[in-house]
């Protein structure tokens, strides 16, 4: 099945500063890539997802990036605001799979 | 609150004790999934539903578990005979349409301790 890992586990940035996570996955299959921020004692929260079918998209402060041939895709923030300190969770899936496959997370901190 | 609903937020039960969850989906979702996340992981792939059919499960799911989505609106989790490795969070997601490709949206989820 699909594998994902995410680096850094833990990542410390200055408020105003960008922050960057990347994840990689196995399956060459997959063809959706979502990304979850999961606040203490809360659910993951989609944040933003691209398909296979694309390159980048960005949301206001947030945006992710897909490197098929590399298989690994990483959310950019920028301008980092206390409120975005959280655990980030990448996922994967492929076409016609009902399973989302995460990641372990990544706990960024942002420092004000 | 349109979003997905779970109660109890929190259990605390003794071992060989039997548990129960609710997860209401958000309206008109189609597919609910169960999933279970410890600390420290990511969250993992229990069971789904489509409608009031229970259509993959994972091998996480043993036969001390079982779910049911009866009217294809709520679910219910229930764990037999709690170990102490259920302890876990369980977390409910649901998606609107009908295929695989959906986006899925998380409830709080419902926080276990077996003791």
């Known amino acids: 099945g699909e594998n994902v890992e995410q680096h850094p586990s833990t990542l410390s940035v200055q408020e105003g500063d960008s922050a960057v996570i990347k994840c990689t996955y196995s399956?060459?299959?997959?063809?959706?890539f979502p990304w979850y921020k999961q606040e203490l004692g809360k659910g993951p929260q989609l944040i933003i997802d691209?398909?296979?079918?694309?390159g980048e998209k960005k949301d206001q402060r947030i945006a992710v990036t897909l490197n098929k041939t590399a298989k690994h895709f990483s959310l950019h923030i920028t301008e980092t605001q206390p409120e975005d300190s959280a655990v980030y969770f990448c996922?994967?899936?492929?076409?016609?799979?009902?399973?989302?496959?995460f990641g372990k997370g990544n706990q960024v901190v942002v420092i004000p | 609150d349109t979003g997905v609903s779970q109660d109890p937020r929190h259990k605390i039960t003794k071992r060989g004790q039997n548990v129960t969850f609710r997860c209401d989906p958000i309206?008109?979702?189609?597919?609910l999934y169960w999933y279970r996340q410890t600390l420290g992981q990511g969250p993992e792939f229990l069971t789904y539903?489509?409608?009031?059919?229970?259509?993959?499960k994972s091998r996480l799911l043993s036969d001390r578990f079982s779910a049911e989505r009866p009217k294809g609106s709520f679910s219910t989790l229930e764990i037999q005979r709690t170990e102490q490795g259920d302890s876990a969070m369980y977390l409910c997601?649901?998606?609107?349409?009908?295929?695989?490709?959906?986006?899925?949206?998380f409830g709080s989820g419902t926080q276990l301790s077996v003791l």
């Open positions: 997601a649901s998606s609107p349409g009908l295929s695989a490709n959906e986006k899925l949206f």
């Open positions: 399956d060459s299959a997959s063809n959706y």
């Open positions: 691209i398909r296979s079918n694309v």
């Open positions: 996922a994967a899936r492929s076409y016609g799979n009902n399973r989302l496959a």
């Open positions: 309206s008109e979702h189609n597919r």
């Open positions: 539903f489509q409608n009031e059919a229970q259509l993959e």
